[in-house]
Nanobody, 116 residues
């Protein structure tokens, strides 16, 4: 089992930037594809961005060109830099790990609120 702890987030005005971090611990051998998901009130949880151990990335169309995901394998960390934030980016952001058996671990979530 992998434990994930997010940090960062908060309140920002539209057009601003925020950075999220996620620290992974526990069964670090199972750390594989890491990513960020978000869930807005009344909506389903959706993928924001994910990154493999080798650095290949995948982004939701809604965040391409604005958000950047990165990771530090030596520190078991994954990051999300969010620029040009929009009110529709408001959500709880969750860190995720998917191991090689496709089992998922989730962080507790961190709130991101973008005011207009």
């Amino acid at each position: 089992q992998v434990q994930l702890v997010e940090s960062g987030g908060g309140l920002v005005q539209a057009g601003g930037s925020l950075s999220l971090s996620c620290a992974a611990s526990g069964n670090i051998i199972s750390i594989n594809v890491m990513g960020w998901y978000r869930q807005a009130p009344g909506k389903q949880r959706e993928l924001v961005a994910e990154i493999t151990r080798g650095g290949s990335t995948n982004y939701a169309d809604s965040v391409k060109g604005r958000f950047t995901i990165s990771r530090d394998n030596a520190k078991n960390m994954v990051y999300l830099q969010m620029n040009s934030l929009k009110p529709e980016d408001t959500a709880v952001y969750y860190c995720n790990n998917q191991d090689r058996a496709f089992r998922r671990s989730w962080g507790q979530g961190t709130q991101v609120t973008v005011s207009s």
